[in-house]
C-alpha cells in the first residue's frame, strides 16, 4: 500500500445539520473512535501519516485560529486512514505545544498508529466542539478534543470510498 497525499480542498463548513444525509449524519456525529468505527467494516485499519511537523499560527486555517489557543507553535499530523488498504478518511491533528506535556507527549511517536487508538484508551478525553461540512463532494467535520482538559483539533474527512456513503444493513432505509 502506498501513502498517498490527498489534496485537500477547502472546507465549507455549515451552520446546521439539516442538508446533511442522515446514514452521513450517523457517521459524522459519532461520538465514539472513528477507527472502531471503520473496524466494524474491514479486517485492517491502518493510518499512514504523511506530514508531522511543528507549525506556526500563522500556517492554521480560520476553523483552527477560531478553535485553539494562542501557541507560539503546534504539532501538526496528517494522515490517511485505510480499511483494508483503501483509503478511507483523511485525518488533520492540530495540538497546541502546552498539551504535549506529560502522557500526551505520546502524540509526537503515533506513526502509523490511528489517533482513534490512543485518544480513546485515555479516560481523561472529552469534545466540546464539533462541526460539519463539505470539501468538494466529501463530508467532514472539525471535533475539539480535551485530553486531560488540553485542546487539541482534529479535522476528518470521508473520502468517496469510506463506508460512510455506503448503506449497510444497519442503516438501510426503512
Known sequence: METKIIPTPPILWLDNADTIPAIVLDWLVELGS????????????????????????????????????????????EVVLYGDGIAWLTGRTVVPEETL??????????GNVPLGRYLFTSGCLTRDHIRFGRSEHNWARCSRLRLAG?????????????PAYAVSEHHGED
Open 34 to 77: 472513528m477507527t472502531r468505527r471503520f473496524e466494524q467494516h474491514c479486517t485492517e485499519v491502518t493510518a499512514a501519516p504523511y506530514c508531522e511537523r511543528y507549525i506556526s499560527r500563522d500556517a492554521l486555517t480560520e476553523e483552527e485560529q477560531m478553535n485553539l489557543p494562542d501557541s507560539a507553535r503546534y504539532w501538526l499530523r
Open 101 to 110: 506535556t506529560g502522557e500526551e507527549r505520546q502524540l509526537l511517536q503515533m
Open 150 to 162: 488540553k485542546p487539541l483539533l482534529l479535522t476528518e474527512i470521508f473520502l468517496p470510498e469510506s
